[in-house]
């Protein structure tokens, strides 16, 4: 989650900033991390109403932008017209209200098409940024969807970011699900995930809860037609 002692990537000079747009950067960080704190707040304290009202205003108020559209567009158009700095307040106001309607409304398929927007949005920043700042977020929405039926494009979404932060052991569980149901290509993924796997250093394997040994006896208790 946005947090009000977060004050944004380090946009250094080489990220194509100028001062003055620096400036309006963590002018609008701070502005919403003020936004997010009565979110939040509101959320918690069930005040629904107001807590969707101050996310509406930040989607006029602050990105200047009409929410309905927003929450409208794919996550490609959303990447393609706008800096990180706004896809990631837009990932956060994504992952406020479907909470929000799952709380008000159970579980539901709203919910479940923002969290999903969500995470993509934050897998995003986070293979943008190179940061391990949006972890949180991206595992938070996991969690959530861990009680809906996702499909499978989403399980590999969600394998790729276990892979790319490191968590071999929880990209290995996710490669096997996909395989029992029958994903595109999925032999091709295993074998190359231990290839892959099998050049690294033996620390950042067991960092990853998947040592080389488990690797070896996977690949030997593979079967043949996996391999192939």
Same mark, same amino acid.
């Given at each position: 989650?946005?947090?009000?002692?977060?004050?944004?990537?380090?946009?250094?000079?080489?990220?194509? !900033?100028?001062?003055?747009?620096?400036?309006?950067?963590? =002018? #609008?960080?701070?502005?919403? *991390?003020?936004?997010?704190?009565a979110i939040v707040f509101n959320k918690r304290t069930q005040n629904y109403d107001l807590a969707i009202e101050k996310i509406e205003e930040v989607y006029t108020g602050l990105?200047?932008?009409?929410?309905?559209?927003?929450?409208?567009?794919t996550v490609v158009d959303i990447i393609k017209n706008n800096q990180n700095e706004n896809i990631e307040i837009i990932a956060n106001l994504l992952y406020e209200e479907a909470d929000i309607i799952e709380l008000r409304n159970g579980y539901n398929d709203l919910s479940l098409e923002y969290y999903i927007k969500?995470?993509?949005? !934050?897998?995003?920043?986070?293979?943008?940024?190179?940061? =391990? #700042?949006?972890?949180?977020? *991206?595992d938070d929405i996991i969690n959530k969807l861990e009680y809906y039926e996702i499909?499978?494009?989403?399980?590999?979404?969600?394998?790729?970011?276990?892979?790319?932060?490191?968590?071999?052991?929880?990209?290995?569980?996710?490669?096997?699900?996909?395989?029992?149901h029958n994903y595109p290509e999925i032999k091709k993924e295993i074998k190359q995930f231990y290839e892959?796997?099998?050049?690294?250093?033996?620390?950042?394997?067991?960092?990853?809860?998947?040592?080389r040994n488990e690797i070896i006896d996977a690949i030997k208790n593979l079967d043949m037609d996996i391999l192939k």
């Open positions: 989650m946005f947090r009000n002692d977060y004050y944004g990537p380090d946009y250094g000079p080489d990220y194509g !900033f100028q001062d003055n747009d620096h400036d309006y950067i963590l =002018k #609008i960080i701070e502005q919403f *991390a003020a936004y997010l704190w990105l200047l932008k009409n929410g309905d559209d927003i929450k409208e567009l969500s995470f993509k949005l !934050f897998f995003f920043l986070i293979n943008e940024t190179e940061s =391990k #700042i949006f972890n949180k977020n *991206a499909n499978s494009e989403i399980e590999f979404e969600i394998y790729k970011y276990y892979f790319k932060i490191g968590l071999f052991g929880k990209a290995e569980d996710k490669l096997y699900q996909l395989s029992e892959i796997l099998m050049e690294k250093e033996d620390s950042e394997l067991e960092n990853g809860n998947l040592p």
